[in-house]
């Protein structure tokens, strides 16, 4: 994706992404017919439940998670899950969600050996949940949720998709020891931040800074719906074209996690709102291992990022739309056009 720009829009870009509804409901079926009648009552909820719009990153502890675990779950059970969730993602997004799950014994580990050990670290405790029904043509939803993991996605008319809110955390950000030691999940996600910030001049950094502190967590935090004020920082306008390739490849590298279908309709989206518009706020620390945080506000989209606690060895990210959340632009062009049931 080139970093030029174009009109912005009014209305809602909608392009269908059929071939990835199609396979998320494949996915999704295949799925809930390897559950037991047990199970599946656990994973099943209405599409207008309550529930589908309830999400958190946190450990189960701190958080009650509904649906069905893989802890629950037998190996056929468990491939057909993944299964469902490697429909949501590309191959990089599906190898950055299964590292996250999978880097939770890591943390178990490092946890205990430094006499810390107060939650259970399990990649067996994330859950699934089905929001209505994925066979028929009604809107449907689909959640894979656990600690550093928040994958939420709405499905309308067979062949819409929206992908958020879509969370990754990494706890530790860097492996500092053992057979993992150098494992940096989201990389590029700080890498790519931090080069836009070292480019700036002395004039850009300061419209970029908003803060010498970084907030604790991303501001957003599990909010249904992102409640935003002005846009802070700076411009993409305000950039030199190399500045503003960086801030391309930056907002890239959260598209990118997404399935190449929805990915080429994000990257459109953006192409047809107006690159110039997108905002790059910092806060905290320029140097590496201290605590730091920043945001992207574009015309559509929203990413946070935070990097404070454990040493500002443990990240949360966050893409969201600003107003498809949950799919509720697409609900609402849908009931506009008539297709809602008696």
Not at 44 to 56: K, L, P, S, V, Y
Not at 182 to 191: A, K, N, Q, T, W
Not at 209 to 237: F, S
Request: aromatic share 8%; charged share 25%; glycine share 4%.
């Amino acid at each position: 994706m080139t970093a030029h720009t174009h009109n912005t829009s009014s209305t809602p870009l909608v392009i269908p992404a059929s071939e990835t509804a199609e396979r998320m409901a494949t996915a999704c079926a295949n799925f809930l017919e390897t559950l037991t009648p047990d199970l599946r009552r656990k994973a099943e909820f209405a599409f207008e439940d309550t529930e589908r719009h309830r999400w958190h990153y946190i450990p189960r502890e701190m958080f009650e998670r509904n649906g069905v675990f893989l802890k629950e779950m037998n190996d056929k059970q468990r491939q057909a899950a993944f299964d469902l969730l490697a429909s949501g993602l590309s191959q990089k997004g599906y190898q950055k969600a299964t590292a996250i799950i999978d880097i939770e014994t890591t943390l178990g580990e490092i946890e205990r050996s430094a006499g810390e050990a107060r939650l259970v670290r399990d990649p067996q405790l994330y859950a699934f949940s089905v929001f209505g029904d994925p066979t028929n043509q009604k809107p449907w939803g689909w959640r894979a949720e656990g600690h550093h993991v928040s994958l939420n996605f709405t499905v309308v008319n067979r062949e819409l998709v929206t992908p958020n809110p879509s969370f990754f955390g990494s706890n530790p950000a860097e492996v500092r020891h053992g057979p993992k030691k150098g494992l940096r999940i989201l990389s590029v996600e700080e890498d790519l931040a931090r080069q836009l910030l070292s480019s700036l001049n002395t004039d850009q950094r300061s419209k970029t800074i908003i803060n010498a502190t970084a907030p604790a967590d991303i501001l957003t935090r599990e909010q249904p719906k992102v409640e935003l004020g002005a846009a802070e920082g700076l411009a993409a306008e305000s950039m030199t074209s190399e500045q503003r390739e960086v801030l391309v490849k930056l907002t890239q590298e959260y598209i990118d996690r997404l399935p190449d279908e929805l990915a080429k309709i994000e990257e459109r989206k953006l192409r047809d709102a107006n690159i110039n518009d997108i905002h790059f706020a910092w806060a905290g620390a320029a140097e590496r291992n201290k605590p730091h945080y920043y945001r992207l506000h574009g015309p559509f989209f929203f990413v946070e990022y935070d990097n404070t606690q454990n040493d500002a060895n443990h990240i949360h990210t966050v893409w969201r739309h600003i107003e498809d959340d949950f799919g509720l632009d697409l609900l609402r062009l849908h009931y506009q056009r008539g297709h809602h049931h008696a």
